[in-house]
């Protein structure tokens, strides 16, 4: 196995550790949908949504490491990265380029001004809940793809711990 | 200012397409320094209540469109929030 491999392959374990955790965070977010009143969740109901939310961000960010390693690994360009995007969409990892950007653009937007504005805060958190699936069928995609490109190399989640 | 006319269409046109024809634009921040290179066109929108996803793509089609990136903030109008103070107050209406 080449060291590159062996690279992506420690990615791939990674993305499912990171997964079962994200997985973990949306199911104690969905009793917190719809938040009417932002002001009045716990402390620990904070915590939970703060979770999803780096949980989700961290998820996306490790996808787009293991799609730029792929894509150096086929001998693809990787600067800028919009490059390793659009030879996503030909590998059928990812869709669209703008489903990849929109997704970026709704984790980051939590980050200002709306902390009293509970109705977009909802909003915000009720699209990642119906995003993730989504980070994790471009998971998925990335390990098909890998057990083709790079047979006999395990990249099941049984081997991610 | 450092945004041309044909730039301000651009943005007019993405603006209203994604959040409204009665939204209103001002640019503000580091735009409006002519002595300044480069930087992020900041953008001030008031607008309609709409959907969150309507103001992220406006957001990617408007940095695809101008080619650099930008700060875009989106607030209905009447927004009393200090931002809302800085842009329109020393911002330019576009």
Redesign the interface.
Known sequence: MSEHIQLIRKKIGHLHRMRIYLDYSLAQTLPLLPIVDFQALTPEQHETLAAFRVRFSELQEQLGKTMRAIAREEEQNTEPFSAVLHYMTKLCILDTV?QW??IR??RN?VN??YEENSE?LS??FE?LTQATPILNLWLQRIVEFCEKAYPNHLYTSSRAS | MRVTFPQIQTIQQHVHRHLGDDAAVWLFGSRLDDAQKGGDVDLYVEAAPHRLMDELRCKIDLEDALDTPVDLIVRQPFDASPIASIAKNQGVRL
């Open positions: 703008e950007r929109l653009e709704l937007a200002h001004e977009r909003e915000f699209e």
